[in-house]
C-alpha cells in the first residue's frame, strides 16, 4: 500500500500517529538484514543472529503452546507515546480518547495487510479476542478489532483460569471457548505483547478445542529499550538513515515495504 494513494484523510490520520509509531520491519538498508541481530521468527523481537526465537518463544512452543504465527503492527520500545497508549486507552471506557483514537488508526493501516496475512497462512473463519486476566472490560479491543476484520465471525473467549494478574508463563486451561471450532482457522487479536503468555495459552486451549491453526495479531510489541539486542537493533537503525516515522506501506507480515502479494 502506498502512501502516495491514500485520500486527504487517510493522510490526515497518518499525521496522527506518524511520529508515535514505528514500524516492525527487518530491512534496515535496502534488502539487508542487521547483521549483529534479527528479529524473533514468532514475535519479532530483537535477538542474537545465533538464535531462530526469543528465549519466552523457544520455551512456550517446547511445551506445545503453538500458535502458528504472530503479526505485531507496531514495536512499542517502553516510555515512547505508542507504549503509553497501548495502556492509558484501558484507564478511560471510551472511544474518544487520544490514546484510543491513535490506536484505532494503526489498526485502520494494518487492516489493508490482511490479504498478506491471508496469502501467508490462508484464510481465517473467526476472529478472538483474549480476554483480559483481571476482569477489565474488552469492549475497546472489540471496536479495534472489528476495524482490524470487520464482519469476521468474533468468538466468544473465556477467561477461567484460578487467579488473576499478570502472567508470564503460559498455562493450559485457563480459556475457554463457547462455541464449536473444530476445524476452524482462527485469528486471536490483543493489544500488547510483553511475554506473549497470554497468547500462548489462548492459542494451546484454541488447539484444544480443535483449531486447525491460530495466528496472532497484536497492537504493539513491548520492548524494552536498554535491553541489549534492542539497543543494538535501535542503534542500526538510526544509523541506516531510514525514517521512524510510521509508514504503511511496511508490510507487518513481511516487515519490509514489499507485501507477499505485491503492492497493495
Not at 57 to 75: D, H, M, N, W
Not at 80 to 103: C, H
Not at 159 to 179: C, E, H, L, N
Amino acid at each position: 500500500m502506498s502512501s502516495s494513494r491514500l485520500s486527504d484523510v487517510e493522510q490526515g490520520l497518518l499525521r496522527r500517529i506518524a511520529f508515535t509509531t514505528r514500524n516492525v520491519r527487518e530491512d534496515i538498508e535496502e534488502g539487508t538484514l542487521v547483521s549483529m541481530v534479527h528479529l524473533c521468527r514468532l514475535c519479532s523481537a530483537p535477538i542474537d543472529s545465533k538464535y531462530y526465537y526469543c528465549f519466552r518463544c523457544k520455551q512456550a512452543t517446547t511445551y506445545r503452546s503453538i500458535v502458528e504465527g504472530v503479526v505485531p503492527l507496531a514495536f512499542a520500545p517502553k516510555n515512547e507515546q505508542f507504549y503509553r497508549d497501548l495502556f492509558n486507552y484501558k484507564r478511560q471506557p471510551t472511544n474518544q480518547t487520544q490514546a484510543f483514537q491513535r490506536l484505532a488508526i494503526l489498526t485502520f493501516f494494518g487492516s489493508r495487510h490482511i490479504p498478506c496475512l491471508e496469502y501467508v497462512y490462508g484464510p481465517i473463519d473467526a476472529l478472538g479476542i483474549i480476554p483480559s486476566t483481571q476482569g477489565r472490560s474488552k469492549e475497546l479491543l472489540r471496536m479495534l478489532a472489528n476495524t482490524l476484520y470487520r464482519g469476521l465471525p468474533q468468538l466468544d473467549i473465556q477467561y477461567v483460569g484460578s487467579d488473576t494478574g499478570k502472567r508470564r508463563q503460559p498455562a493450559i486451561g485457563d480459556f475457554q471457548v463457547r462455541s464449536d471450532i473444530r476445524g476452524q482457522r482462527i485469528l486471536l487479536f490483543d493489544d500488547s505483547w510483553v511475554s506473549g503468555a497470554a497468547v500462548f495459552s489462548a492459542a494451546s486451549d484454541l488447539h484444544a478445542a480443535g483449531a486447525a491453526y491460530v495466528v496472532a495479531v497484536v497492537l504493539g510489541r513491548v520492548l524494552d529499550p536498554t535491553w541489549g539486542p534492542n539497543q543494538v537493533y535501535f542503534k542500526e537503525w538510526q544509523k541506516s538513515g531510514i525514517s521512524h516515522t510510521y509508514n504503511p506501506n511496511v508490510c507487518p507480515v513481511t516487515k519490509r515495504p514489499i507485501c507477499p502479494i505485491g503492492r497493495l
